[in-house]
């Protein structure tokens, strides 16, 4: 099966609807950067992939960092003395700071006010809110009814232990036939979240798979479902012989909102990657806009630190931070629209597809333009728009194949579709007018 009948043959909405299915099943479960419940969720991506799961102790030194202890809860609620419960973990995950450490206490509301988060501005929205690196504990609540608790005592239950265990993260490697490899990276540590990030498990789950079924790859593809900051460090850490064979990659994040593109350039730009998602995102055709590399977001700022120096680049839609559901109650299934998600996939795809089908050619009649009829290369050209396309495709990778530029610069330059170029290319291949360079 070649990728570009995967791409022609993608149903969109089936793949938009088995992704929200599985954004819906992963939605419950209490992520954190250790713990069950990514031990949980990998399990489940397993049923699909051949995944290796890793487990590495708590206290493992990597790079500055130490993998902390980890971290898993069984209850957690908080109630005025005598009264109903107002948070209760059992009903959102994200009413429990995330790391807090076991707490059973009775305390007045005025010692108990610094352990409660709300979000003033969206009242009925409970945030959430995380303690990896620094031992603390509490509740996140609606606005609403932090505003209404009464004065007095309220008893605090959280059920946790904290404690030497492991970091668990996923990982699948797809080797292809270069030997050189790209890299997918997504977050498994958040809560009940849907966009932030289970709509990018859901993507790189998909994508993963239309991969592996690939009877032969250019590439390697590798994919990582770890925790955010710790676990690409970790992951980095572990795998420093293997770096030189990466020549870039993708960090997912964000890719299940109703927004357009944002693509986030790697370190350096202009490499490999950069100008296949550029591609990639004009040819599919959803808004798009690109902004520079910088130290801060996701783990793109692991990837692109200066002594790894990886070409890792970073697709959202509407980037964290730029949504008001982000981080909150409200980042919820119906947030994550199928047909975003679909479309995710899709432009995923058409970045491999052009990852796989990127080749230089050297025009071996350069002096005037060959006679393409006599070659029988207007034979099959109606006369209409589509085969005006095709003839502009072909005398374009005639004219730019003198060796310098390959099929995603004639792509650039011509803002012909990268698959139309292609097909030209393999036409002239056909007839003898080019040969490929390595
Ligand atoms: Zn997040």
Redesign the pocket.
Known sequence: MDLRDTLANLDRAAAGARMHALVARLFPICRSITGAGVRDTLAILGERLPLAIHEVPSGTSVFDWTVPPEWNVRDAWLRPVGGQKVADFRRSNLHLVSYSVPVRATLPLAELRPHLHSLPEHPDWIPYRTSYYKEDWGFCLPHRVLDALPDGDYEVEIDSTLADGHLTYGELELPGESGEEFLFSC?IC?PS?AN??LASIAVASELAAALAALGERRYGYRFLFIP?TIGSITWLARNQARLARIRGGLVLANLGDAGGFTYKRSRHGGRQIDHAVDCALRDHGEPCREIPFSPWGYDERQYGSPGIDLAVGRLTRTP?GEYPQY?TSADDLDFVKPAALGGSLAALLRVVTILEGNRRYLNLSPQCEPQLGRRGLYRSLGGGAEGRERELAMLWVLNLSDGDHDLLQIAERSRVSFLRLREAADELLGAGLLRERA
């Open positions: 977050h958040h979240l932030d990030n955010g964290h981080h």
